[in-house]
Each structure stands twice: as structure tokens, then as C-alpha cells.
């Protein structure tokens, strides 16, 4: 499965510090549970590759909202 590939399953997303003081992002949905646990510095990194590609994805639509066939009159 890849990054544009959709599919039916369903999850939980958490994100939040630990006590051993690691930022944890916990996915869990039927039948799985995955703990990422990340010091500081690389969840400061993972959340500017997220603004990255929320501003990507902003692109992405409006280019796809102005190629929208107009209406005739």
C-alpha cells in the first residue's frame, strides 16, 4: 500500500509526550497498535515535513479546483 492508495480501515491517531520524555505518535485501529516514540528534535523535523505536505496538499487542490471544466452558457 502506498501513500495514494485508498483503503477501508480505520485507526486512532495520539500524539503526546511520554514520561521518559519522548514525543509518541500511538496508531491503533482493529486489530493493531503501533507506539513511534521520537526525541525532540526529530518530532520538531517530522512536524515541519507535515506543514510541508499540508501546504503541498493546499496546492494540489486549488490547481485541481481552477483545471474544473467551467460551465457553458
Partial sequence: MGINDENEMAGDLQ????????VRIFLSGEGFEFPFDFDPEEAEEIAEE???AAEAAREIAAGAK????????
Fill in 15 to 22: 500524539i503526546g509526550p511520554t514520561d521518559q520524555g519522548m
Fill in 50 to 52: 507535515l506543514r510541508a
Fill in 66 to 73: 481552477s483545471k474544473k471544466p467551467k460551465g457553458k452558457r
